[in-house]
């Protein structure tokens, strides 16, 4: 008979994520905004005329990914995207007057959804919640790049006995 185990703290941290996203996601299609176009028209309003590729390392995603919601966004009126001043073969996103106006409603749908995950957590719980999360996000950022790190080492060793 196999015992009976509680969740581990990563099986609950990744369904709460899915929750969390699933819950925002609803919120945001509610504004015409499908899942990931409102980490990109964030980070365009943090700073606007980013290439794409500096986009998709920014959010973690491929460039393909990044250059269909980039499109996406553009059909939609959003951004709009323009050549380089100084490299005609780069190109630049910008949010429209619609997409800054849109902002708003991404960070109220952002703000109510965190609201309602934070739920019967007081003041004191809420801020102890947010240092842990920070705790984790260090741990594990500082794992992945030992990790990037550690296949970087990998690599080169590889060239080197190829030499």
Do not use: C, W
């Not at 008979?1 to 996601?25: E, F, N």
């Not at 028209?41 to 986009?55: N, T, V, W």
């Not at 007057?97 to 739920?119: F, Y």
């Not at 996000?137 to 030499?163: I, K």
């Amino acid at each position: 008979m196999v015992k009976d185990r509680k969740p581990l703290i990563l099986h609950r941290l990744q369904s709460t994520a899915r929750l969390t996203r699933t819950a925002l996601a609803m919120r945001l299609l509610g504004h015409g905004f499908y899942a990931g176009q409102d980490a990109v028209m964030l980070q365009l309003a943090h700073e606007d005329g980013l290439s794409p590729s500096i986009l998709a390392k920014r959010l973690g995603v491929r460039p393909p990914t990044i250059t269909k919601t980039i499109s996406r966004l553009q059909t939609q009126g959003f951004v709009k995207k323009q050549g380089s001043t100084t490299d005609q073969r780069q190109a630049h996103i910008f949010l429209t007057e619609t997409g800054n106006e849109a902002i708003k409603a991404i960070e109220k749908s952002i703000r109510k959804t965190e609201k309602d995950a934070m739920k019967g957590f007081d003041k004191k719980e809420r801020k102890a919640f947010v240092k842990m999360l920070s705790r984790l996000e260090v741990n594990l950022s500082t794992a992945e790049h030992l990790r990037q790190t550690a296949a970087e080492e990998d690599h080169d060793d590889e060239d080197a006995d190829e030499e």
